[in-house]
């Protein structure tokens, strides 16, 4: 089946400090999406890309989305502890289902 | 602002008992999802409605795991008999379906914590 490889898997910054995390796929992407799950909490959505090299922002955070649609990636400039979680890339090949596979998912911890 | 609701929020059980989870899709919602995450893994789609029926349960452990959707909006996931390696987060997620393909965004809910003793 598909899967997408999401690296690194645990990263640490210090607050101000910059971060991004990178998800590739083997296979075109119909699209891929991008969730952030809080310690303890459950996965809540943060955007959509569809079109090859496609960029899209929310405030300090730039989703990109490659022009093969293979890979993606999310940057966070100047992080806050706010930043904290875990970030999932989720995957569809297309077809009717529209099912979505996760990555195993970023953990950013920022120290204060 | 609408979600999806999940209950239990925790469970502990013994090896071998039966365990049910529900879910309540956000109203209107079409497509209702079962997610398995493990501690340190992502979610991984156990079971797929469209409506009332599935579309999709091929990582489903059909043996030991059920899950139905009668009338289309709320579901129930079973687990009979329940097995050490089934501790886990079981998360329910919904979205509005296959008439809106370009904005299948998926919803989740709080998620059920189980543990098998």
């Known amino acids: 089946g598909q899967q997408v490889m999401q690296i690194p898997q645990y990263q640490h910054v210090q607050e101000g400090e910059d971060f991004t995390t990178y998800c590739n796929s083997s296979?075109?992407?119909?699209?891929i999406q991008w969730y952030k799950q809080r310690p303890g909490g459950h996965p809540v959505f943060l955007i959509q890309?569809?079109?090859?090299?496609e960029v899209k922002k929310q405030k300090r955070l730039t989703f990109q989305f490659g022009e093969a649609k293979k890979n993606s990636s999310l940057h966070i400039t100047a992080t806050q502890t706010t930043d904290v979680g875990t970030y999932f890339c989720?995957?569809?090949?297309?077809?009717?289902?529209?099912?979505?596979?996760f990555g195993k998912g970023t953990l950013l911890t920022v120290n204060p | 602002e609408a979600e999806v609701a999940q209950s239990p929020r925790y469970k502990i059980t013994e090896k071998s008992q039966a365990v049910a989870f529900w879910c309540d899709p956000i109203?209107?919602?079409?497509?209702l999802y079962w997610y398995r995450q493990i501690l340190g893994q992502g979610p991984e789609l156990l079971v797929q409605?469209?409506?009332?029926?599935?579309?999709?349960d091929s990582q489903l452990p059909k043996d030991r795991f059920s899950a139905e959707r009668l009338k289309g909006v709320d579901s129930t996931l079973k687990i009979q008999p329940a097995e050490l390696g089934d501790s886990a987060m079981y998360l329910c997620?919904?979205?509005?379906?296959?008439?809106?393909?370009?904005?299948?965004?998926?919803?989740f809910g709080p998620g059920t914590r189980l543990l098998v003793l």
């Open positions: 997620a919904s979205s509005l379906g296959y008439r809106f393909r370009e904005e299948e965004t998926q919803y």
């Open positions: 296979t075109t992407l119909s699209n």
């Open positions: 890309l569809v079109k090859s090299g």
């Open positions: 989720a995957a569809t090949s297309g077809g009717s289902n529209y099912k979505l596979t």
């Open positions: 109203s209107g919602h079409a497509t």
């Open positions: 409605f469209q409506d009332e029926s599935v579309v999709d």
